[in-house]
T-cell receptor, first 112, second 114 residues
Framework: GESVGLHLPTLSVQEGDNSIINCAYS??????FIWYKQESGKGPQFIID?????DKRQGQRVTVLLNKTVKHLSLQIAATQPGDSAVYFC???????????FGKGTRLSVIA | NAGVMQNPRHLVRRRGQEARLRCSPM?????VYWYRQLPEEGLKFMVY????????ESGMPKERFSAEFPKEGPSILRIQQVVRGDSAAYFC????????????FGNGTRLTVT
């Protein structure tokens, strides 16, 4: 079965609010995690990544948090905009150059 | 500064025909990955290649599917004798090969088998 899963399949947020998308992973040996955004008809677009030796990483309007104790990953989007509407996937890598393992995704809908 | 290029974007094949999907990685990237995505689902790993070598094909069906990444030219995912269940979006990604570097994806080929 999947080793990466998401708590919420859909998420609706008001424009301007913060969004939090959660992801659970089961492989405690995973050392690298990535969040991707996928818009309709397009390929996944890299958002932010984090290594297992970190617990937080910030980008522009996005923050990824890693809690290795409970094997949980989250993506926080500040001041959500309509352009943020998409499906968001977390992915993990077990080690080195092994392929990324993707979760099923969360659809984020931003209400104007 | 072109990203990962996939063609064709859309491909329609009748059952029993062959499908050839092409992927040109980003400049400087020597590692290519193929993933398959069904509607409303995540991406499923199929195969990982470096130039002229298949590194990991654990996600690829043993029959009808093959992949190559020749010394010159794009990577090719080939599906022989397609069936309706092969209908999906096929995404290619590339990376420079260093550990903990993200994969960069193309916009996919949408295969429809009629």
């Amino acid at each position: 079965g999947e080793s990466v899963g998401l708590h919420l399949p859909t998420l609706s947020v008001q424009e301007g609010d913060n969004s939090i998308i959660n992801c659970a992973y089961s492989n405690s040996a995973s050392d690298y995690f990535i969040w991707y955004k996928q818009e309709s008809g397009k390929g996944p677009q890299f958002i932010i990544d984090i290594r297992s030796n970190m617990d937080k990483r910030q980008g522009q309007r996005v923050t990824v948090l890693l809690n290795k104790t409970v094997k949980h990953l989250s993506l926080q989007i500040a001041a959500t905009q309509p352009g943020d509407s998409a499906v968001y996937f977390c992915a993990e890598r077990y080690s080195g150059n092994t392929p990324l393992v993707f979760g099923k995704g969360t659809r984020l809908s931003v209400i104007a | 500064n072109a990203g990962v290029m996939q063609n064709p974007r859309h491909l329609v094949r009748r059952r029993g025909q062959e499908a050839r999907l092409r992927c040109s990685p980003m400049k400087g990237h020597s590692h290519v990955y193929w993933y398959r995505q069904l509607p409303e689902e995540g991406l499923k790993f199929m195969v990982y290649l470096q130039k002229e070598n298949i590194i990991d094909e654990s996600g690829m069906p043993k029959e009808r599917f093959s992949a190559e990444f020749p010394k010159e030219g794009p990577s090719i995912l080939r599906i022989q004798q397609v069936v309706r269940g092969d209908s999906a979006a096929y995404f290619c990604a590339s990376s420079p090969g260093q550990s903990n570097s993200p994969l960069h994806f193309g916009n996919g080929t949408r295969l429809t088998v009629t």
